[in-house]
């Protein structure tokens, strides 16, 4: 009964390439959310949606590119992958000024 | 933009020991939430603390939370080798688009 899950755990891929993490909640949570967690564990908002809508869109680059088909799903596009995009990728969701609930992170490394 | 800052950075301690963090902040918030990450894992919840409270128990974990000095402290009593990860605050900044604002966390270690 896992409450967010993303898919890939890992991803390994080299520079260039374009790829895409998954990510779903069976929480029934309005707000779902992507973080970036660098080498020294700062984790940095990307972005944010509430029921499908954008709310939060950091300063990312943008081959960077959220997707939510519906309120359970929010995916994540990353195009033209480079070195510094390696880090651990962690989607959240939650209810409205409650506490978030992290999927398990998916650890990319390009190469 | 980081809000919160633990302290200390690193902690460690023996197994049956009390371990204290604490977390400060610039604005006024809503509510104020710790969270615990296991190595190689993702966050978990810990405690939410509302701005209008001032302590707040879960099992071994005490938060409380002072809004005139702008600070939080999470203590973990008997202290476990399992206990050992990184502590995040985050707070809910009061007027915000519900963007939680992290601080850099507290690493503890617990000896067995």
């Known amino acids: 009964d896992t409450a967010v899950s993303q898919t890939p755990k890992y991803l390994v891929t080299q520079m260039g390439n374009d790829k895409s993490i998954k990510c779903e909640q069976n929480l029934g949570h309005d707000t779902m959310y992507w973080y970036k967690q660098d080498s020294k564990k700062f984790l940095k908002i990307m972005f944010s949606?509430?029921?499908?809508?954008?709310?939060i869109n950091e300063t990312v680059p943008n081959r960077f590119s959220p997707k939510s088909p519906d309120k359970a799903h929010l995916n994540l596009h990353i195009n033209s992958l480079e070195l510094g995009d390696s880090a651990v990728y962690f989607c959240?969701?939650?209810?409205?000024?409650?506490?978030?609930?992290f999927g398990s992170g998916t650890r990319l490394t390009v190469v | 933009s980081q809000q919160g800052e633990e302290d200390p950075q690193a902690l460690s301690i023996q197994e049956g020991e009390n371990a204290t963090m604490n977390c400060s902040y610039k604005?006024?918030?809503?509510?104020l939430q710790w969270y615990r990450q296991n190595s190689g894992r993702g966050l978990v919840h810990l405690i939410l603390?509302?701005?209008n409270e001032r302590e707040k128990h879960s099992g071994r974990l005490r938060v409380t939370l002072d809004t005139s000095k702008k600070s939080s402290s999470l203590l973990i009593t008997a202290s476990r080798a399992a206990d050992t990860a990184s502590y995040f605050c985050?707070?809910?900044?009061?007027?915000?688009?519900?963007?939680?604002?992290w601080g850099l966390g507290t690493s503890l270690a617990v000896n067995p």
């Open positions: 959240a969701s939650s209810q409205v000024r409650g506490g978030y609930t």
């Open positions: 603390i509302r701005s």
């Open positions: 949606y509430n029921n499908k809508e954008l709310i």
């Open positions: 985050a707070t809910d900044a009061a007027g915000n688009n519900r963007k939680l604002i």
């Open positions: 604005t006024s918030i809503n509510n």
